[in-house]
């Protein structure tokens, strides 16, 4: 069975300043695609990146930026010149690839709650 | 953009009563899913559905059922709902794109309280 850890309940960061939130996970599979995951506050989760495990390039989106680690089954996500519309939980998944009778099940991390602070 | 719709924010309900939770999508979106959200749990997988009158149990399906008629419909209901069932609720959908499945989209999640 697979594992989403994420060892850090709560981060803070001052805004402009880059702040990287660790995710771990346990998996036998080799080709699966793991997920960060954004909920603002009372409001609704949207993806915020995807990479995809047999891809080396680490995936970016703007402000946002992974360091995937397969080997060591790591994951961490690094938002660089933070803002204040960057308060949010942040949640790490993982999701198997479709040729392994995958139906789109998210398997998620606890959830790092992050404070930007003006 | 892909809308996922949770008929409720808010609901508050007593023990023992039988309680229906909606959601809607309007993409055509195969896959459907429940979760339930719980602090320092991250989101719980209760059950989904890859078709119409298709489910399968997720990680706690226990004290809830499923129900899905319509393609865009997805209906999670607590039997008889017990003060540990409390929580937040959300629903999400996604599609399978040629041989694979695409990132989930969520609904607005509905913060249940069993009284």
């Known amino acids: 069975a697979q594992t989403v850890t994420q060892s850090q309940p709560e981060m803070s960061v001052q805004e402009a300043e880059t702040v990287t939130l660790s995710c771990t996970y346990d998996?036998?599979?080799?080709?699966?695609?793991l997920f960060w995951y954004k909920q603002p506050p009372s409001r609704q989760m949207i993806l915020v990146i995807r990479q995809e495990a047999y891809k080396q390039q680490n995936a970016t989106e703007n402000r946002f930026s992974v360091n995937f680690q397969k080997a060591a089954k790591s994951f961490s996500l690094k938002i660089s010149d933070s803002q204040l519309g960057d308060t949010a939980m942040y949640f790490c998944?993982?999701?198997?690839?479709?040729?392994?009778?995958?139906?789109?099940?998210?398997?998620f991390g606890q959830g790092t709650t992050l404070q930007v602070k003006p | 953009d892909v809308k996922v719709t949770q008929s409720s924010r808010y609901l508050v309900k007593r023990t023992g009563e039988k309680v229906f939770l909606e959601c809607v999508q309007d993409?055509?979106?195969?896959?459907m899913f429940w979760y339930r959200q719980d602090p320092g749990l991250g989101l719980r997988l209760i059950y989904f559905?890859?078709?119409?009158?298709?489910?399968e149990k997720g990680d706690i399906p226990e004290g809830y059922s499923v129900s899905r008629e319509k393609k865009e419909r997805f209906s999670l209901i607590l039997e008889s709902a017990s003060t540990n069932q409390t929580s937040m609720y959300l629903c999400a959908s996604s599609i399978l794109q040629g041989a694979d499945n695409q990132p989930q989209h969520f609904g607005d999640g509905t913060r249940l309280s069993i009284l």
């Open positions: 998944a993982f999701m198997k690839h479709a040729g392994s009778s995958n139906t789109g099940k998210l398997i």
């Open positions: 559905s890859y078709d119409v009158k298709m489910k």
């Open positions: 993409m055509d979106h195969e896959n």
């Open positions: 998996t036998s599979e080799s080709n699966y695609y």
